[in-house]
């Protein structure tokens, strides 16, 4: 299974072709599954470019981007980033009205157990999101309902091309001492690609996009999501 991530926590002036209005997403998301991508993550956006968990926001995130994509999952992120406080964050869920399918919970952060009940309030799926060199996992674990997730979100957040993989294989050694929950394995920036390799050669479920990495294989500037959708699955078909 190949996720696309189409824009994360970034900006336009990092990316001068992220998407970011309703529109833009839904324009991305349906290149990237003609590309061959089977799940989409978002992050919704305010007027100002920012990640927003207001309803206004999410509501015509999710509602453009599922329009074009009919019948694919879509998610979006829930980081402390978009407001420090859980409580807020759980209310912001709480106010929805377009529910996406699965939202990602990251498990290092303060108030994460109150945000996924909240979503599992609503009928939302949880991508529970363990980062390597974090106390996620212990975190997750302790949660009554961890086996309610969707999936783990297993992220390497070593970008070192060398080491990334090593931290990969040892992030994956924890999660299956913890959990019996199907895994998603991703890594970002200069290790994106390595971690992807490692995905696919472990038969696990991966992700590609914007959000992890803004260059192809060979180092050259993505042109947009669906490219590095295509570079993912050329990945992926070799290690079939």
């Known amino acids: 299974m190949v996720q696309v991530c189409l824009n994360g926590a970034r900006s336009r002036s990092e990316c001068a072709h ?8 839904a324009e991305a998301a349906a290149r990237a599954v003609a590309a061959g991508a089977v799940d989409i993550h978002l992050h919704p956006k305010d007027r100002d470019g ?3 968990l207001e309803a206004e926001h999410v509501d015509a995130a999710v509602a453009a981007v599922r ?5 694919i999952p879509v998610g979006v992120t829930t980081g402390a980033w978009t407001a420090a406080d859980a409580r807020e964050r759980a209310a912001h869920v709480q ?3 377009v529910l996406p399918d699965h939202a ?4 290092h952060e303060e108030g994460a157990a109150q945000v996924a009940d909240a979503l599992l309030a609503r009928g939302i799926g949880i991508e529970a999101g363990i980062y390597s060199g974090a106390d996620g996992l212990a975190r997750f674990s302790a949660w009554p309902r961890a086996d309610r997730a969707l999936r783990v979100l297993a992220e390497v957040t070593d970008v070192h091309p060398r080491t990334a993989p090593g931290t990969a294989e040892a992030l994956l050694e924890e999660l299956a001492a913890a959990t019996a929950l199907p895994i998603l394995l991703h890594g970002e920036d200069g290790a994106a690609w390595h971690v992807l390799r490692l995905a696919a050669a472990r038969g696990l479920a991966t992700r590609i996009g914007l959000e992890d990495t803004l260059f192809l294989p060979d180092g050259s500037a993505a042109a947009d ?10 990945i992926i ?4």
């Open 67 to 71: 329009a074009a994509v009919p019948g």
């Open 95 to 97: 106010s929805w009205t």
């Open 225 to 234: 999501n669906a490219v590095l959708v295509l570079a993912a699955r050329q």
């Open 18 to 25: 992220l998407p970011v209005t309703p529109r833009e997403l």
């Open 104 to 107: 990602s919970v990251n498990w």
């Open 237 to 240: 078909g070799r290690s079939e």
């Open 50 to 52: 920012r990640d927003s």
